[in-house]
Each structure stands twice: as C-alpha cells, then as structure tokens.
C-alpha cells in the first residue's frame, strides 16, 4: 500500500512536470534580461530538461506502482526491489525539497518513506517472502 501511495504521488509530480515544464523552468532559472540574442527566454531554453526529468520521476513512479502489485507473488527479488525503490524514493525526497520548501508535505513524506523502508526491512517481512532473518 505504501508503495502505491508513493508511486502515485511521484507520477503526479512527473506529470506536473511534464504539463508545466516552461513554468518550472523559468521558476528555477529566471527569466532573462532584455539582451536576449535570440527569441527565447531561459525557461524555453531549459524546458528539455525539465521535460526529462519528468519522464525519468514517471519512470521511477512506475517502478514503485510495479513492485507493490507483484507483492502477492512472494518472490525474494520483489523484496530487494521494494527497499531499493524506498532508497530511491528518499533520495527523491530530497531533491523534491529543494525544488519546494514545503516543510508538511516534506515532512509527510518522509514518514511514508522511511515506513516502507523499515517495513520491507523486517523480520516479519523477510519470513512471508521465504528468506532468512
């Protein structure tokens, strides 16, 4: 369930980046000054970027949508995938933060984050995969 809600919040992002990119260019670099050589703004110029960016969050969204639907199948790899995917998702957390200060929803997801950490750490999540404690 965890990963589900984390999936689902990362492939709004990547959508929201993906729909806005020009916007949240320019938020991040400006937008020029008059002596502009050319015909566009510093946010046209880097939208590409941003566009990228939002394929890759989309990917990574689908990687954690994938993995918690494969949990009823009990395999030891889904397992691995599930921590590597709450690692990735806390290294998304931080650069979600620096793009958008917003101290509560920081804060909720890190919880959410560490959760499906320690969650697919345990003892107890081990034993229902058939691995060793």
Known sequence: MLLTVLGGVQAVV????LTNSVAVATAIWGEGDASTP????PGEDHAGIIIFVGVLVLA????GILTALKFPARQAAVR????????????FTWVLFQLLPMLALGIAWVV???????????PESRAWFSERA
Do not use: E, N
Request: net charge positive.
């Open 60 to 63: 990574i969204a689908a990687w």
């Open 80 to 91: 691995l995938s599930a921590v590597a995917y709450g690692w990735t998702a806390l290294a």
């Open 38 to 41: 050319c015909c566009t703004t």
């Open 112 to 122: 959410v984050v560490i959760f499906s950490l320690v969650r697919a750490s345990q």
């Open 14 to 17: 990547g959508l929201g980046l």
